[in-house]
T-cell receptor
Framework: KAGVTQTPRYLIKTRGQQVTLSCSPI?????VSWYQQTPGQGLQFLFE???????NKGNFPGRFSGRQFSNSRSEMNVSTLELGDSALYLC???????????FGPGTRLTVL | AQTVTQSQPEMSVQEAETVTLSCTYD???????LFWYKQPPSRQMILVIR??????QNATENRFSVNFQKAAKSFSLKISDSQLGDAAMYFC??????????FGKGTRLHILP
């Protein structure tokens, strides 16, 4: 089976712009979770989608949003980018919530 | 609320030696999962080992083993015969049913040649 894929791998944006990141889970996995990883804050949970519904949500402002499509692919969107949004954004898929997660390579977002 | 604590931000070990990474967690549940994930520099995060709380036997995967102390809510990872390829950030994680998985802040492990 193909692993979790994330596109793009690298992204440079400027403050105030918006960005959309994409994640394709492992075939058959219905749960997709998103994390923000920074050196200072570690791995922070953004949200989780299961069968197109948001099941869990972390403590991020409303500028961070996501969705999941019927084929389980997921996107996350960050609007009005801030410098502090610079991070590695990881996507992970799982057969179901709470189970072992399989991570993608991440999208490295730099906000200038 | 459940929490996961890794008290060692960084550790170093000599190649071929044994090292133990600590993890404690807090939960009021009795049936849950615990994981150790490894994130090598600039590489993907992968699962190292997994423990089901209802199983008393400690999980083992080759050179990796855990010491699961349910009453003490402790879940340490032991790496035997450390190799240069073991250098990575290690994350301890907790999962309960349909709740989100909770990760610790990680321990960066350095392997000294």
């Amino acid at each position: 089976k193909a692993g979790v894929t994330q596109t793009p791998r690298y992204l440079i944006k400027t403050r105030g712009q918006q960005v959309t990141l994409s994640c394709s889970p492992i075939s058959g996995h219905r749960s997709v979770s998103w994390y923000q990883q920074t050196p200072g804050q570690g791995l922070q949970f953004l949200f989780e989608y299961f069968s197109e519904t948001q099941r869990n949500k972390g403590n991020f402002p409303g500028r961070f949003s996501g969705r999941q499509f019927s084929n389980s692919r997921s996107e996350m969107n960050v609007s009005t980018l801030e410098l502090g949004d610079s991070a590695l954004y990881l996507c992970a898929s799982s057969p179901r919530t709470g189970n072992e997660q399989f991570f993608g390579p991440g999208t490295r977002l730099t906000v200038l | 609320a459940q929490t996961v604590t890794q008290s060692q931000p960084e550790m170093s070990v000599q190649e071929a030696e044994t090292v133990t990474l600590s993890c404690t967690y807090d939960t009021s549940e009795s049936d849950y999962y615990l994981f150790w994930y490894k994130q090598p520099p600039s590489r993907q995060m992968i699962l190292v080992i997994r423990q089901e709380a209802y199983k008393q036997q400690n999980a083992t995967e080759n050179r990796f083993s855990v010491n699961f102390q349910k009453a003490a809510k402790s879940f340490s990872l032991k790496i035997s015969d450390s190799q240069l390829g073991d250098a990575a950030m290690y994350f301890c994680a907790y999962a309960y049913r349909d709740d989100k998985i909770i990760f610790g802040k990680g321990t960066r492990l350095h392997i000294l040649p």
